[in-house]
């Protein structure tokens, strides 16, 4: 068992923080920017709640961080009472945010001048992977900190993996991005094609399923996509942020990523047509909208 602090409990953090606790056995102290949110999640899974991120940090083994983007990331860690103010020395700090390798690096740094460890863990699977624990975990820090983590990482995951030296984490959870968008666009016009077609989608999609075009997203997707639901997932607002990260990373390491930025596009188009939190299967909508 060890002490363990978790910052921000959004619809990822809230579950993974509960199966450090309650699968992992480990300490809790949590911090979240609503209290009440951090004061609701005490109440059913025990532990403590923190004021600030520093607070939660103090003392800590290990210390957890799933927020938004890279400017939530550095406010709860070198901003103001932020969680590297307290942070021990020998002390790990694993980040679940899907942020930029460039914040992966630079709080890797602060870790070191600290004589404290970093690793950044973005993750795959979404809130029911998270809700379940079987969440897919891609890291990015030195292998002996990584063996030291990885047994407090497995409480909330499927898989681990250490992918490099920190930043690797977080370029890895750009390659699952840049697979989904490709995969979730060629679904969303097959299924569109087969409708047109006058095609019974469902009986299709059992046939084709079960050979080379099967995936993780027609399995899980393709009946809500037939009916038009799109509340199930994660969000286009989230799948934005997440290329826009690949993207800004493409430029600058001269990749190109044509198909990427097109879907991006799309994305950009659903959110015009009100689908901000739809699920990402919507791009359907967009291909059917009169």
């Not at 953090?13 to 009440?36: E, Q």
């Not at 532990?47 to 991120?53: H, I, K």
């Not at 983007?69 to 550095?74: F, H, P, Q, V």
């Not at 103010?85 to 700090?93: H, P, S, V, W």
Request: with cysteine.
């Amino acid at each position: 068992m060890a002490k363990v602090a978790f910052i921000g409990l959004g619809v990822m953090g809230y579950p993974m923080a509960r199966h450090l606790a309650v699968k992992g056995g480990h300490d809790l102290t949590v911090y979240n920017r609503t209290s009440a949110k951090a004061e609701t999640w005490v109440s059913e899974n025990g532990g403590t709640s923190a004021a600030t991120p520093a607070e939660a940090a103090r003392d800590a083994d290990v210390v957890f961080c799933c927020v938004g983007n890279d400017d939530d990331l550095r406010s709860v860690t070198t901003g103001k009472d932020g969680a590297f103010e307290t942070l021990r020395a020998g002390a790990i700090f694993i980040d679940n945010t899907t942020a930029s390798a460039e914040v992966a690096r630079e709080l890797d740094a602060a870790a070191r001048a600290r004589d404290a460890h970093f690793i950044d863990a973005p993750v795959s699977g979404g809130q029911a992977g998270a809700e379940n624990g079987v969440l897919t975990v891609m890291c990015g820090g030195d292998p002996d900190v990584f063996e030291r983590a990885r047994p407090v990482i497995d409480a909330y995951a499927r898989m681990v993996g250490l992918m490099g030296p920190a930043g690797s984490g977080q370029l890895t959870k750009m390659v699952n991005q840049i697979c989904i968008a490709g995969l979730v666009q060629g679904l969303a016009e097959a299924v569109h094609f087969g409708k047109s077609a006058g095609l019974d989608m469902e009986a299709v999609v059992e046939v084709i399923s079960k050979g080379a075009a099967g995936s993780w997203q027609m399995e899980n997707r393709h009946k809500t996509m037939i009916s038009g639901t799109y509340d199930f997932g994660f969000a286009v607002d989230w799948m934005r942020k997440d290329l826009e990260i690949v993207l800004t990373e493409a430029r600058r390491n001269g990749a190109k990523l044509p198909v990427t930025a097109l879907v991006d596009q799309f994305y950009g188009e659903v959110q015009a047509m009100g689908g901000k939190r739809w699920d990402t299967s919507s791009l359907l909508a967009r291909l059917e909208e009169k």
